[in-house]
Structures are given as C-alpha cells and as structure tokens.
C-alpha cells in the first residue's frame, strides 16, 4: 500500500544536496513524524528532490500544507477522518496515510468505518471496499509495531 522509498543517494548524486536555508530535511520530516509515525516515501522523495533542485517552493508547499492541514476549526483526528474520506472518495492511495494520522490522533474504528459508510453513500461499493481493505491494513501495521515494541521495549 505504501510505495517503495526512492534512493536518497542516487537523488544527491543527480540533483544535488539538499539546500532548503530555512527548515533542514530533518526539521521537515519531524511534523511527518509526528503526524504518522515515520515520514512518507512519497513525502521523502519530494524534501529531496525539491528540497535540491527549488527549495523555495518546497518552503512555499510546506507553509500551505501546514495551514491546510491544521484548520483552527478542527482538531488533528476530526480533520484527518475529513482527509481520509476525502481522499476515499477519490480513490487516492493517500488515503491510507490519513487513516493512520487518523488513528495516531485518537480516532477510533467505528469512526473511521463511519466515514467509510459515508463515501459508500455516494461513491458505491468500490469505496466500501477499499475502505475496508484500509482499515485491516492499518489494523495489521498496528499490530506489528505492537509485536515490535514488546520484542524489542525501550531502554531506559
């Protein structure tokens, strides 16, 4: 469901280093972070790339993205489940990393399967579907970093 990560590397060595002198690639990746868990392999490509070749408008995207993505009216979980349908009613891929941010904000299942039900009202059985598909995948990762984290507990 997530796409494979690009080659960091091979994105230097024909574009360039990274150059944004506002925000480092770090700095841009820690609201990713936060938001989801881990920063996007679509999200990383772009810091990279754009962040080499027009840093400028990388720090324009990022101001909008923020803005937009943080609506003084909504809380994190409400406008992440607006995301999530949004984007299920489009057929986005994206889709499933609202779900997660939706989640990780405190967004329960039968809120998320709510909003599933919202879209299968309007975008048929195709949405119901892919929704539903979603939400195991997410129940599954969420499993796998539980395993993970009693597998292997904090140090302290």
Known sequence: ????????????????????????REERGR?????????PPRIEARLNVTGALDPRMLDLQEQMRSHGMYPRSFDVKTAQLMLFGMLLMDASDAAVLHGIAARRA???W?????????????RGLSAANRGAEILAHIAQREQQAQAAAQDHPAQG
Do not use: K, W
Request: proline letters at 6%.
């Open 106 to 108: 405190g967004a329960s």
């Open 1 to 24: 469901m997530i796409p494979p990560r690009v080659n960091v590397d091979t994105v230097r060595q024909a574009m360039g280093e990274y150059s944004d002198p506002v925000a480092s």
């Open 31 to 39: 609201i990713y972070q936060e938001l989801l868990g881990f920063v």
């Open 110 to 122: 039968h809120e998320l399967q709510d909003t599933v039900n919202l879209c299968f009202l309007f």
